[in-house]
């Protein structure tokens, strides 16, 4: 935290509200009262800005989201100008009843603004007829105004950071009551009790308002740094751990390597002869085949009576043929 105590001072925390008009709950970090103006102990500050900034950080560094709220007209730029700097959701033109305690209906509604915004941008909402269109674009500039700062907000946040305790009575029952820790700059009109981190501080001065955002902001910063360094660093030590588990001692592998060689008989395979010796081997060992003679086939004089005796009933029946026709 790069804030001291001069810083605070400077910056106009220390002062309070009229006398008149402080909460006795207050009364553990005021100073004193002087000229009817309440004056907060920057001890007291500083030392709850110490633990608002520890908080924030463990919070961001874990994953989780802060919500910036501050409606008040002092608050409303600062807000926005530092939650766009840390890429956190805000609230900063209204506080929207149900915010946290009825989540499933902002999301449907956010989910409805998206469509418009959708529309407008592919050019279909222009199409629609003058009247339509119209009415279209007057919601969307209501809902701009309630949704700016959580159209992005996909969950209820992890924390909540509010400036003016009793400005946002809602904000801070809504958060109560879903369990939410809020941080919140409380001045001498305000009850401490209702927040989990108080910070005594000035409420109404903008200068005030900005250095403990700034402190805010600083921590977001960090957590975000921690996160991804987390990240990174899961990312590449966890294949390395899996792969040392994996991996195995070279004596732990060659020795029951042995042992189940010794358990087992394993045939011995022989080496194979060389060149020479196998040629050797063919030549003694391989027996002279000889292959006799195909008998010759018959020759053609011996077929021929074959079929001379085959012809010859067919002569003798011309003949007889011929000795019948002389006859008649």
């Given at each position: 935290m790069n804030v001291e105590l001069t810083d605070l001072l400077e910056a106009g925390v220390h002062f309070g509200h009229?006398?008149?008009?402080?909460?006795?709950?207050?009364?553990?970090?005021?100073?004193?009262?002087?000229?009817?103006?309440?004056?907060?102990?920057?001890?007291?500050?500083?030392?709850?800005l110490q633990a608002a900034h520890d908080f924030v950080e463990e919070v961001v560094s874990k994953g989780g989201e802060v919500l910036f709220v501050g409606t008040k007209r002092q608050a409303q730029d600062v807000i926005r100008e530092v939650?766009?700097?840390?890429?956190?959701?805000?609230?900063?033109?209204?506080?929207?009843?149900?915010?946290?305690?009825?989540?499933?209906?902002i999301t449907r509604s956010i989910a409805k603004y998206k469509k418009y915004q959708k529309m407008e941008a592919d050019g279909s909402l222009s199409k629609l007829p003058k009247k339509e269109g119209s009415a279209i674009r007057r919601e969307m500039e209501r809902m701009n105004r309630?949704?700016?700062?959580i159209v992005k907000m996909e969950k209820p946040p992890a924390a909540m950071v509010v400036i003016d305790v009793n400005y946002e009575d809602i904000a801070v029952a809504e958060a109560k009551r879903c369990k939410i820790p809020v941080v919140a700059l409380v001045d001498t009109n305000s009850d401490p009790s209702l927040v989990d981190y108080p910070i005594p501080g000035n409420d109404d001065a903008v200068k005030a308002i900005r250095i403990i955002l700034e402190v805010i902001v600083e921590a977001v910063r960090s957590g975000l740094s921690q996160r991804q360094v987390h990240q990174e660093s899961a990312g590449v030590r966890k294949p390395v751990a899996l792969a040392a588990e994996e991996m195995v001692p070279e004596e732990k592998v060659a020795a029951p390597a042995a042992g189940v060689a010794a358990s087992f008989s394993v045939p011995v395979v022989e080496e194979a002869p060389a060149v020479e010796e196998v040629a050797a081997v063919s030549e003694v060992s391989t027996p002279e085949v000889t292959l006799e003679e195909a008998p010759a086939t018959k020759p053609e004089e011996e077929a021929k009576p074959v079929a001379a005796e085959k012809v010859a009933p067919e002569a003798d029946f011309g003949n007889e043929l011929e000795d019948n026709k002389s006859e008649a």
């Amino acid at each position: 935290m790069n804030v001291e105590l001069t810083d605070l001072l400077e910056a106009g925390v220390h002062f309070g509200h009229q006398v008149k008009r402080w909460n006795p709950k207050s009364k553990s970090f005021v100073f004193d009262h002087r000229q009817g103006i309440s004056i907060i102990d920057l001890s007291k500050s500083f030392s709850g800005l110490q633990a608002a900034h520890d908080f924030v950080e463990e919070v961001v560094s874990k994953g989780g989201e802060v919500l910036f709220v501050g409606t008040k007209r002092q608050a409303q730029d600062v807000i926005r100008e530092v939650a766009a700097d840390c890429g956190m959701p805000f609230c900063a033109s209204r506080w929207l009843g149900g915010t946290l305690t009825n989540w499933q209906t902002i999301t449907r509604s956010i989910a409805k603004y998206k469509k418009y915004q959708k529309m407008e941008a592919d050019g279909s909402l222009s199409k629609l007829p003058k009247k339509e269109g119209s009415a279209i674009r007057r919601e969307m500039e209501r809902m701009n105004r309630n949704f700016e700062g959580i159209v992005k907000m996909e969950k209820p946040p992890a924390a909540m950071v509010v400036i003016d305790v009793n400005y946002e009575d809602i904000a801070v029952a809504e958060a109560k009551r879903c369990k939410i820790p809020v941080v919140a700059l409380v001045d001498t009109n305000s009850d401490p009790s209702l927040v989990d981190y108080p910070i005594p501080g000035n409420d109404d001065a903008v200068k005030a308002i900005r250095i403990i955002l700034e402190v805010i902001v600083e921590a977001v910063r960090s957590g975000l740094s921690q996160r991804q360094v987390h990240q990174e660093s899961a990312g590449v030590r966890k294949p390395v751990a899996l792969a040392a588990e994996e991996m195995v001692p070279e004596e732990k592998v060659a020795a029951p390597a042995a042992g189940v060689a010794a358990s087992f008989s394993v045939p011995v395979v022989e080496e194979a002869p060389a060149v020479e010796e196998v040629a050797a081997v063919s030549e003694v060992s391989t027996p002279e085949v000889t292959l006799e003679e195909a008998p010759a086939t018959k020759p053609e004089e011996e077929a021929k009576p074959v079929a001379a005796e085959k012809v010859a009933p067919e002569a003798d029946f011309g003949n007889e043929l011929e000795d019948n026709k002389s006859e008649a």
